[in-house]
Nanobody
Framework: QVQLLESGGGSVQAGGSLRLSCTVSGYTASRKFMGWFRQIPGKEREGVAIIYSYSGTPYYADSVKGRFTISQDNAKNTVSLQMNSLKPEDTAMYYC??????????????????WGPGTQVTVSS
């Protein structure tokens, strides 16, 4: 019943910007973690940015701090990721993910129950 769908991926040159959005349907919990993971083929999936809906507290990977900004619209059950100053190493498939309130690391992919199909981000030099 729960569905996540990403949009906004594409190809840009280094230094450019993209904005990703994730729309969630069928989920009504008041407290949840929502945000973004990314994965390069052959490598482990890594957390990028997560936001706790109840408090608005964001969590960022060190590699994107100062460049990416996560935001939420709880009324619409959406999460967005503004990505600025993109680098070639940001190239990956980006996945929207969601979990209920959970005791554990925000970037532990094993704790997330819901995933979108992904959107590709490619950054060229």
């Amino acid at each position: 019943q729960v569905q996540l769908l990403e949009s906004g991926g594409g190809s840009v040159q280094a230094g450019g910007s993209l904005r990703l959005s994730c729309t969630v349907s069928g989920y009504t919990a008041s407290r949840k973690f929502m945000g973004w993971f990314r994965q390069i083929p052959g490598k482990e999936r890594e957390g990028v940015a997560i936001i706790y809906s109840y408090s608005g507290t964001p969590y960022y990977a060190d590699s994107v701090k100062g460049r990416f900004t996560i935001s939420q619209d709880n009324a619409k059950n959406t999460v967005s990721l503004q990505m600025n100053s993109l680098k070639p190493e940001d190239t990956a498939m980006y996945y929207c993910a969601m979990r209920g309130s959970f005791y554990g690391a925000a970037f532990d992919a094993r704790t997330y129950n819901y995933w979108g199909p992904g959107t590709q981000v490619t950054v060229s030099s």
